[in-house]
């Protein structure tokens, strides 16, 4: 108990305040009021969807913008982008984006998702042999170019999206895969640190070069790095172990492995830093620690203390990263996102001093950074706490 900043009633009353500012400051943004559904860029679309869902906006606003990017943005190989977006969107993150309106559209059952020139381009970038998800694949569906590695947010972001499509084969293989990772590192992890990428035979990257640490290390002390590797993990592997209990009948002997690999995970970040809390991309431990949260109060499973530990990681998360950060105008700042662990831009401070956040509101011209805008940041930031809501309400419902 002395561990908690805050009365896990008192938290979820903001949250849920901060779930009804996000809603509004969204819907205010979409065209032709703002960006969204207006710019020839699906960054201001495919996270904007989650979050309204999440907080609870109207289903029909979100099929309109689902209906609008398969207008605008769907090209006739089956992926999603516009020819004008630099390739930090449209390469680097071809699949992530369709794969996070997807498993919307999955829940509010838009067609988008399985239209088969969509769900077959998609099933191309899954890694049979191995259960990842590579995150580019060229542009020919009839010749795919494999990458040298594959990671936790691609193959993670496929396996929400084969649960929500009830796709148990990929969604297990993508387990399986996620928890390869969490395997591989267990000797790193014992001295402080993950690595983050893999190779397609199932080798992990550790050979870091100048430059290279904000995108293949994550350790318990650095203020600025990639968090929701093990985020966006966790929160798979939990709701994946439910699906599995739930809804495809395995017993819980096959199951089970999946949840304990999220539990090792959470043990790791709850020896994080305080001050790695205050960086917007922790944002999907949230996400990972909510989940965990409500599978083990609503399934009976854990110790108190480890229920304990989950709520806490939670709360850091809700109460650093998510409210403190947002802004009076209800969403969040936009972020510069480093491609290059030593450039400047990798020390901006996203944490508001009276209402304001010293950061530059537009892109940064040859910066080696993506421009993240204030309605992506705002719509995963909405999405990832909707589940530190559910979790903390199942808590104290218990």
């Avoid at 679309?45 to 209906?67: E, F, N, P």
Wanted: net charge negative; with cysteine.
């Amino acid at each position: 108990m002395t561990w908690r900043i805050t009365d896990p009633a008192h938290l979820l009353g903001a949250i849920r305040v901060s779930l009804a500012q996000g809603a509004a400051f969204l819907t205010g943004r979409v065209a032709p009021y703002g960006p969204i559904a207006r710019e020839q860029n699906v960054s201001y679309v495919y996270k904007a969807t989650w979050g309204m869902y999440a907080s609870g906006v109207d289903h029909a606003l979100i099929a309109r913008l689902l209906d609008w990017t398969e207008r605008e943005a769907l090209r006739p190989n089956g992926d999603f982008y516009f020819p004008s977006e630099p390739p930090e969107y449209k390469d680097l993150q071809r699949v992530y984006r369709p794969m996070t309106f997807g498993k919307v559209a999955a829940w509010i059952g838009h067609p988008i998702i399985r239209k088969p020139v969509v769900l077959d381009r998609i099933l191309q970038y899954w890694h049979k042999p191995s259960g990842g998800c590579f995150h580019y694949i060229g542009d020919d569906p009839k010749r795919v170019e494999e990458q040298p590695t594959l990671g936790t947010l691609n193959t993670s972001f496929f396996g929400h999206l084969m649960v929500a499509l009830d796709m148990r084969e990929q969604a297990v293989s993508a387990g399986d895969w996620m928890r390869h990772w969490v395997e591989l590192n267990r000797p790193h992890a014992a001295e402080g640190r993950l690595y983050s990428q893999v190779t397609p035979d199932g080798r992990l990257v550790t050979d870091v070069g100048p430059g290279e640490r904000i995108g293949k290390v994550v350790d318990r002390y650095h203020p600025q790095q990639e968090g929701w590797q093990l985020g966006t993990t966790m929160a798979y592997l939990v709701v994946l172990y439910e699906a599995m209990r739930t809804r495809w009948n395995y017993d819980e002997k096959r199951a089970r492995p999946y949840l304990d690999a999220a539990i090792e995970l959470l043990d790791f970040e709850s020896t994080a830093a305080l001050d790695t809390y205050l960086w917007p991309s922790k944002c999907k431990v949230a996400w990972g620690a909510g989940e965990l949260l409500r599978v083990l109060v609503g399934h009976g499973l854990g110790s108190e203390e480890l229920i304990e530990t989950a709520y806490r990681v939670a709360e850091r998360v809700a109460v650093f990263t998510f409210l403190d950060n947002q802004l009076p105008t209800g969403g969040w700042a936009p972020m510069h996102y480093p491609l290059d662990s030593d450039i400047p831009e990798v020390h901006f401070s996203y944490k508001p001093l009276k209402g304001t956040v010293h950061v530059p509101p537009e892109p940064i011209p040859g910066s080696k950074t993506i421009f993240l805008p204030a309605e992506e940041i705002t719509g995963e930031f909405l999405g990832e706490m909707k589940s530190v809501e559910q979790g903390v309400a199942a808590w104290l419902a218990k």
